[in-house]
């Protein structure tokens, strides 16, 4: 009971009853992987956490409504959506990336950084066919 009076007692509150979370309180593993975690030191870690946990807006949320907006971010993200094959272009002689999203196709460099060459919107595409016996893509654009 003592034990939980002293626990009771160190939880602060600020002017909108809000809980202070504070740098020490933070369990990082909670946050970031494992791989993270090795590279920066426990209270680097908690620091960067407690800033990014103090830009969010200050109005209360549901749990529904914060799995929305990380959804949404998520979606935002410069990759998502994007299927990647390694392909071989008729003109080439090496293997290059092919990424295709819903809304166009992007022709990648298959080394390291993976470099954009080329990028065809769907609305270009004039006609395309698949042979599956040779397993081979032809499409024509603009």
Avoid: C
């Avoid at 870690?45 to 209360?60: E, G, Q, S, T, Y």
């Avoid at 929305?68 to 998520?74: E, G, Q, S, T, V």
């Amino acid at each position: 009971m003592a034990n939980m009076q002293e626990h009771s007692q160190t939880l602060k509150l600020n002017r909108n009853k809000r809980a202070v979370v504070t740098s020490d309180e933070i369990k990082t593993e909670d946050f970031v992987s494992a791989r993270v975690g090795r590279k920066h030191r426990p209270e680097q870690l908690a620091n960067l956490i407690l800033d990014a946990h103090n830009m969010l807006p200050r109005r209360d949320h549901t749990a529904t409504e914060l799995r929305l907006n990380y959804i949404l971010k998520w979606e935002r993200l410069m990759d998502f959506g994007i299927s990647y094959f390694i392909v071989k272009f008729d003109k080439s002689k090496k293997e290059e990336l092919l990424g295709i999203s819903r809304t166009h196709m992007s022709k990648f460099d298959l080394a390291p950084p993976h470099e954009l060459l080329k990028t065809w919107h769907w609305t270009s595409l004039q006609s395309w066919n698949v042979n599956w016996e040779i397993r081979k893509l032809t499409f024509n654009v603009d």
